[in-house]
């Protein structure tokens, strides 16, 4: 089982950078996937999570409107385009799966994420 985030980089404020994550070894279509990120001397947070099957997205309040989770089952892909980027948008972002088969409800944590991936660094800054 492996989750594979990408796409983090340098970018100024008021940027956009899209991250991707690759998975593999598990039915990745089963399982709604989630967005975190962490900073420096702080908690992993949510920051977005779309349920198996598109249907729903969800977004923490600091991100809302301006980033956007995608998913291609058929890839085992989940993206994160994210517009507008500010400086405390900077962390490293982690892609993580839900452990609850077919969910589709609002509620997402650390606790209920069964795997995550290495993290890949977003830094807004000028």
């Known amino acids: 089982v492996q989750l594979q985030a990408s796409g983090g980089g340098l970018v100024q404020p008021g940027g956009s950078l899209a991250l991707s994550c690759a998975a593999s070894g598990f039915t990745f279509s089963r399982y709604a996937m989630a967005w975190f990120r962490q900073a420096p001397g702080k908690e992993r947070d949510f920051v977005a999570a779309?349920?198996?099957?598109?249907?729903?997205?969800y977004y923490a309040d600091s991100v809302k409107g301006r980033f956007t989770i995608s998913r291609e089952n058929a890839k085992n892909m989940v993206y994160l385009q994210m517009n507008s980027l500010k400086p405390e948008d900077t962390a490293v972002y982690y892609c993580?799966?839900?452990?609850?088969?077919?969910?589709?409800?609002?509620?997402?944590?650390?606790?209920?994420?069964?795997?995550w991936g290495k993290g890949t660094q977003v830094t807004v800054s000028s």
């Open positions: 779309i349920t198996w099957s598109s249907g729903l997205s």
């Open positions: 993580a799966t839900d452990r609850r088969i077919f969910y589709s409800g609002s509620d997402y944590n650390r606790e209920v994420m069964e795997m």
